[in-house]
């Protein structure tokens, strides 16, 4: 497989995915009195967005010499963490829909406090793996 290919392979899908957490990222912190699992959750984003961007730094002969097993593990982890920052964007707006202005809404408190706090955890072990996969795929390309 030419290398070029596989880096248009992998960065066609890494521009999104960070445009997608910047957006999710910056609804997330609008929240001024958000929840912990929210700010915890904000924190994982930002560190997935650092794996992302050592991702970016792999270049071409790097992602030959790691093969197309590990170019489609990377792909298949960045599409994971696009996915599930897409839900929870959709989720977030629909939980949040009571709220203005930054501020949750009791009704709204309640359910990002109560009872969307087991998804929100749920979503930041899934992006923690991700973010576990890619560094480590970039570390390894960089060594």
């Known amino acids: 497989m030419d290398p070029s290919s ?30 912990d699992a929210v700010t915890a959750f ?7 967005g650092l794996a992302l961007a050592s991702v970016q730094a792999v270049t071409d002969s790097q992602w030959k010499s790691l093969g197309e097993a590990v170019t489609a593990q990377s792909k298949a982890a960045i599409t994971s963490c696009k996915t599930s920052c897409e839900r929870l964007k959709t989720s977030l707006d629909r939980w949040t829909r009571h709220s203005t202005d930054g ?9 990002l406090g109560v009872f969307r706090q087991g998804h929100i955890k749920s979503m930041s072990e899934q992006l923690q793996n991700c973010n576990i996969t890619l560094t480590s795929i970039a570390s390894i390309a960089t060594l």
């Not at 904000?42 to 997935?48: A, P």
């Not at 501020?103 to 359910?111: E, G, I, P, Y």
């Open 103 to 111: 501020t949750l809404s009791w009704r709204d408190r309640a359910t």
């Open 6 to 35: 596989i880096t248009a392979g992998v960065m066609g899908i890494v521009a999104p995915t960070l445009r997608c957490m910047r957006l999710l990222i910056e609804d997330l912190q609008n929240i001024a009195d958000a929840p």
């Open 42 to 48: 904000t924190n994982d984003l930002q560190s997935m």
